[in-house]
């Protein structure tokens, strides 16, 4: 993450340069705005239909009379709980996991997590005294700006959330391990480690060996560690995560993090392969419970899959297509805000080098107004807290942008119509 | 569900003829049974290679550039809690539910069953006073014999099964009346109503209305209506099942019934689609707590089923190759049974007309004893419990065959194995 501005304050707080426009000037701007009868959409993390294209030949794989892997078993039979072991190996490799404590399963990562919640909570994790759900209260730390929904696993779940602050090196180690030490309702904690949704962090080597390090005392204390965009670089700085099972393991808390990801992002988003890896203890654990749920995955989709990259090489050159396709979008996100913001001294905003998204920091208490005046003129932004838990940002300050859905042109002209949006929030809250 | 034969009993208490073998006979014919030095496998309802090739154009659908569905959505793209309507349109018809009350799900209805019960104990159904979770205790009717998976999806999450009789029309509808007319704790019941699993029994619509009229003590009483062969028919004879689900409307219990399905033996066990019909509350109810755990199914698949079907006389087209290819292999599970059996007064057994299953029952004591002298001499049958709760068949009587996975020959030869080893069991039992 680099925050391209420093912290945003009201431009009443900050010298205003002489050019600074008037209260008058932006409500003219925004009328005009509107005027335009826009209709965008910069909410959700969606690919575009152009990065769809790029996976289109699975839509014709494995191919009539392709049915068997290559281990000779028949994939549109039944069976096989871990997943097609062809696949495993590709994203072994590209997860940095070993390929037998990895695997695959259907066409979300988010199942996969929310799962795991769902039998802690049933039936407790390796560890538990007792399943999660005959505790008095369970609690979870929840890093923020976040991915809202982790956040909704967890209400779902009836997981009290509370928050400590992401850095530009991941979660804040040490407001972690002062939580965790004495209080044993905190079970785990969300991270996610690379290109961080939404601020684009990544987790450096030390603060990962920090969290698998920290003493809990809940002895079941688990990190949900949702690797979604582990390959997802847009530079040529790709980060390699780092390894958080291996570092548990070198803690002595084997057991603590659970890894996830998945190829909805790379090939189909919503009919790609979701995986999770951990330590053998909770991966038998996993598998245990999963076996009253499934006879196995769709190892068919999971042989397409294989197929269609051959090897980890093969998903390495398809992310480069990717972030052809995408890194101008966020070029367009970046250098529009700081064209129209970069002087206005109202807002920071996330350079990231990878993923799915650019965090914008405004004046607080104005991230609602900024959407609301954003929708009057027919430009859809996530709702100002949904980075927070209980959709609540106690500062009203943050938005992400999500721009990888609509061409470049839409971006731009929506990014242009923020800004003014931006700018007229900021200017009424300095006129009180 | 037809019977072939009277109850069994052992040899000692029927006239024997005179051609009668005696136990020495007998051991001799399993000697000879086991130098033939057998390697087969009857234990899984799973479609052969054969069945398979049925639907091996899905391997090549939808084809580059195909990827909207008929409403115009991209199917690549995420979103869409109800799966694809076009492909729910064809199962709404042939299932006998309205579209808008039918959710297409990912690869399993064994998922759906778990995540319902799941939901259950975690959030209560609607009418519930509390999580089933939280209630003392929580108690399931099994009609058996049954499907083992079933049993497996109680014991996991800890819902005690109490077993009911099956009939030649499905479950002992009086004696459910009874169990649940006081018992608040009965909080629901397992119903295959078509061709069931393992006694390939009908529910005939006298039944279904009893079932779905009864009064329970239980105000959020369910029935899990698992229509895995509502399609699979066997003979001309190509039974409807009761539609469930509007006769529990009609008799007050609008939220009774949960009905599931899955093309997992029409295309490809483990790479198709599965379903959920409900009331408009128990399908809100469902898809409330979905949404935390999933952003929407595989569209891509549940579009490569809608044009590999066509509509749903394609299906019933499709259903017609299966029964051409597992009829004959029914007939000489049958034939080979009667042959073998038909004067011995040992065993009886099911002449299903659809389905995946013969149910076979042994002299009482000696059903444990078949699968082991079957196994030692190379065929793998069902585990004799399977059929029940806990795997505990109380008067060890009950054998699953499933005779679709291997080649004609190898059912003839393997049934003929276990005539031997029924016969000899019942001339031991016998002996004493």
């Known amino acids: 993450m680099t925050t391209a501005q ?62 068997t892997d290559a281990g000779g078993t028949d994939v549109r039979n039944y069976g096989g709980l871990d997943g097609l072991r062809q696949l495993r190996e590709i994203f072994a490799e590209l997860l940095g996991v070993p390929v037998e404590q990895l695997l695959a399963g259907g066409n979300a990562s988010l199942t ?12 407790g994790v390796p560890g538990s005294e007792r399943p999660w759900g005959r505790e008095e209260k369970v609690r979870w730390i929840c890093p923020v700006p976040g991915y809202d929904r982790h956040f909704s696993v967890c209400e779902a779940l009836g997981i009290e959330m509370i928050t ?62 949702d690797n979604a965009y582990a390959l997802h670089h847009l530079t040529d700085d790709e980060v390699t995560s780092a390894d958080a099972i291996s570092l548990a393991a070198e803690a002595g808390h084997p057991d603590r993090v659970l890894l ?38 769709d190892k068919v989709n999971q042989l397409r899959h294989a197929l269609f990259f051959g090897d ?66 027919g430009i859809a932004l996530t709702p100002a807290g949904a980075p927070f838990p209980y959709g609540k940002d106690p500062e009203d300050k943050v938005l992400r942008l999500a721009p990888t859905l609509p061409p470049i042109e839409e971006v731009r002209v929506a990014m242009d119509g923020v800004a003014t949006c931006v700018l007229l929030a900021a200017a009424e809250a300095a006129a009180g």
């Open 112 to 123: 996969l997590m929310y799962d795991t919640l769902a039998y802690a909570t049933l039936f």
């Open 312 to 377: 980890a090489d093969g998903v390495r050159a398809h992310m480069r297509k990717h972030r052809d396709i995408i890194a101008p979008k966020f070029d367009a996100v970046t250098s529009i805000l700081a064209d129209r913001l970069g002087d206005a001294g109202v807002a920071s905003w996330t350079e990231p080098k990878g993923g799915y998204f650019v965090s914008l920091e405004v004046v607080p208490g104005t991230a609602s107004r900024v959407v609301e005046l954003a929708k009057a003129a």
């Open 6 to 67: 420093p912290e945003p304050t009201a431009p009443a707080d900050v010298p205003t340069a002489g050019a600074a426009p008037s209260l008058d000037d932006l409500r003219r701007a925004y009328a005009d705005l509107q005027a335009l009868g826009l209709k965008l959409d910069l909410t959700r993390g969606k690919p575009s239909a152009e990065q769809l294209d790029l996976s289109e030949a699975l839509l014709a794989l494995p191919g009539e009379g392709v049915h």
């Open 260 to 297: 996830y990801a998945s190829t909805s992002k790379i090939t189909f988003a919503g009919a790609g392969v979701a995986f999770l890896a951990s330590s053998p203890a909770n991966v038998a654990w996993y598998k245990k419970h999963l076996s009253a749920q499934s006879i196995g995955p």
């Open 164 to 225: 400590v602050p992401m850095t530009d090196d991941g979660p804040d180690a040490a407001a972690v391990a002062a939580l965790v030490a004495e209080d044993p309702t905190i079970k785990g904690m969300w991270v996610v480690p690379t290109y961080a949704n939404p601020d684009g962090s990544v987790v450096t080597e030390e603060v990962a060996r920090a969290l698998v390090s920290v003493p809990a005392a809940a002895p079941d204390f688990r990190i949900l560690w």
